[in-house]
C-alpha cells in the first residue's frame, strides 16, 4: 500500500476527535470507506517528554496507509524536537498541525485556534515542520478565524508555511460546534490557493456530503462527529447509498467492537459501552438494551446482546 495522498478524485478523511477515534475505530472506518485518517491530537510537549501515553496514541493499525500524526503546541523549539522524535517512527506519511482545537486548556496554551490570531507565528511553525521533517506531507486543521471569519488569509499562511493540503473546519473558534457552519467561506479558502483544501464541519449523512461538495467545490471531506455513532456514513458516501442495510451495520459494530476488545482486552467490553450507546440511539429497545450492557463485562455475552440488538 502506497502512502501516497490521490486528491485528484477526492478522499474521505477521519477528522482527529479525543476519545474516540484511537487505533479501533480509525481501523473500521478505514476498513469501510476512509482514505486517510489521522492520529488523536498529540502535545507537542509531551512528545518532547517521551510520555508513555502519547507514543501508545501514536500507534496505528496495518490497514492505516496513509496515517497523519496530528500535532499541538505553540512553541517553535519544542514543535521541532517533536517533529525530529516522530522522524524515527516509521509509518507516519505526514505531520498536520492542529490550528482549530477550540478547548480553552489548549487555547489558553496559545496552541490550536489560538494560532489563527497570530498568522506569523502558525506560518513559522508549518515552517518549521516542513524544514525538519522527513515526512511526505505536511497540513493544518484550521477554522475560519478565531472571532471574525477570514478564511483567505489563513489558507495562503498554510500554502506559503508549506503545507501541501489543508483541512477546513467551517465555523470560527467562537462558534464553537454550534454555530452555522459557514460552507461559503470554505469556497473561498480553496479558491485563494492551489493546494487541496478538504472541507470539514456538519457532515452528517450521504445528502449532506453531496451538498457540501457542491457549496465548498471541495472535492474531499472530512468528517469527525459525525461519525461518531454513524461510521457507516464513510460506506455510504463512498458507495452512493442513501440507506445501509441492518446486516452492514451489525457488521461494522461487531469489527468496531472486536477490534476495541483486541487492542484494549477486557477493558474494552467496558470503554466499548459509550459506543454502543451512539449506535442504539433512535432504535426500538435502546433504552432496555443500555441498561443490559451497562452492567456487562463478559466479552462473549457482550457479543450475543450486540449481535441480538442489531441483527433483529
Given at each position: 500500500m502506497s502512502d501516497e495522498i490521490d486528491f485528484t478524485q477526492g478522499i474521505l478523511a477521519l477528522a482527529p476527535l479525543a476519545g474516540f477515534t484511537d487505533l479501533p475505530f480509525r481501523s473500521v472506518v478505514k476498513k469501510f470507506g476512509v482514505d486517510l485518517t489521522f492520529s488523536e491530537?498529540?502535545?507537542?510537549?509531551?512528545?518532547?517528554?517521551?510520555?508513555?501515553?502519547?507514543?501508545?496514541?501514536?500507534?496505528?493499525?496495518?490497514?492505516?496507509?496513509?496515517?497523519?500524526?496530528?500535532?499541538?503546541?505553540?512553541?517553535?523549539?519544542?514543535?521541532?524536537?517533536?517533529?525530529?522524535?516522530?522522524?524515527?517512527?516509521?509509518?507516519?506519511?505526514?505531520?498536520?498541525?492542529?490550528?482549530?482545537?477550540?478547548?480553552?486548556?489548549?487555547?489558553?496554551?496559545?496552541?490550536?485556534?489560538?494560532?489563527?490570531?497570530?498568522?506569523p507565528k502558525m506560518q513559522a511553525i508549518?515552517?518549521?515542520?516542513?524544514?525538519?521533517?522527513?515526512?511526505?506531507?505536511?497540513?493544518?486543521?484550521?477554522?475560519?478565524?478565531?472571532?471574525?471569519?477570514?478564511?483567505?488569509?489563513?489558507?495562503?499562511?498554510?500554502?506559503?508555511?508549506?503545507?501541501?493540503?489543508?483541512?477546513?473546519?467551517?465555523?470560527?473558534?467562537?462558534?464553537?460546534?454550534?454555530?452555522?457552519?459557514?460552507?461559503?467561506?470554505i469556497a473561498r479558502a480553496r479558491?485563494?490557493?492551489?493546494?487541496?483544501?478538504?472541507?470539514?464541519?456538519?457532515?452528517?449523512?450521504?445528502?449532506?456530503?453531496?451538498?457540501?461538495?457542491?457549496?465548498?467545490?471541495?472535492?474531499?471531506?472530512?468528517?469527525?462527529?459525525?461519525a461518531i455513532g454513524n461510521p457507516w456514513i464513510f460506506y455510504q458516501i463512498k458507495n452512493e447509498l442513501h440507506h445501509v442495510d441492518k446486516s452492514k451495520i451489525l457488521e461494522i459494530v461487531t469489527d468496531h467492537y472486536e477490534r476495541m476488545v483486541e487492542f484494549y482486552g477486557q477493558k474494552g467490553v467496558c470503554i466499548f459501552r459509550k459506543h454502543l450507546h451512539t449506535y442504539s440511539k433512535g432504535l426500538a429497545g435502546a433504552s432496555d438494551f443500555r441498561n443490559r450492557i451497562n452492567r456487562i463485562e463478559d466479552e462473549s455475552i457482550m457479543k450475543e446482546e450486540i449481535v441480538n440488538f442489531f441483527g433483529n
Open positions: 491530537m498529540i502535545s507537542s510537549n509531551a512528545l518532547k517528554y517521551n510520555s508513555a501515553k502519547t507514543f501508545e496514541m501514536i500507534k496505528k493499525s496495518p490497514l492505516e496507509v496513509p496515517y497523519i500524526v496530528q500535532i499541538a503546541g505553540s512553541d517553535i523549539d519544542v514543535i521541532k524536537e517533536a517533529v525530529l522524535i516522530l522522524n524515527d517512527i516509521e509509518g507516519i506519511a505526514g505531520i498536520d498541525l492542529n490550528c482549530g482545537c477550540p478547548v480553552p486548556k489548549v487555547v489558553s496554551q496559545e496552541a490550536g485556534s489560538s494560532l489563527l490570531l497570530n498568522l508549518l515552517e518549521t515542520i516542513k524544514k525538519y521533517s522527513n515526512k511526505r506531507y505536511t497540513s493544518a486543521k484550521v477554522r475560519l478565524g478565531f472571532n471574525t471569519k477570514i478564511p483567505e488569509e489563513i489558507a495562503r499562511v498554510c500554502e506559503q508555511g508549506g503545507a501541501d493540503f489543508m483541512s477546513v473546519h467551517g465555523r470560527t473558534r467562537a462558534g464553537a460546534y454550534k454555530a452555522e457552519v459557514d460552507y461559503e467561506a479558491e485563494s490557493v492551489k493546494i487541496p483544501v478538504i472541507a470539514n464541519g456538519d457532515i452528517t449523512s450521504y445528502e449532506k456530503a453531496l451538498h457540501v461538495k457542491e457549496i465548498t467545490g471541495c472535492k474531499s471531506l472530512m468528517i469527525g462527529r459525525g
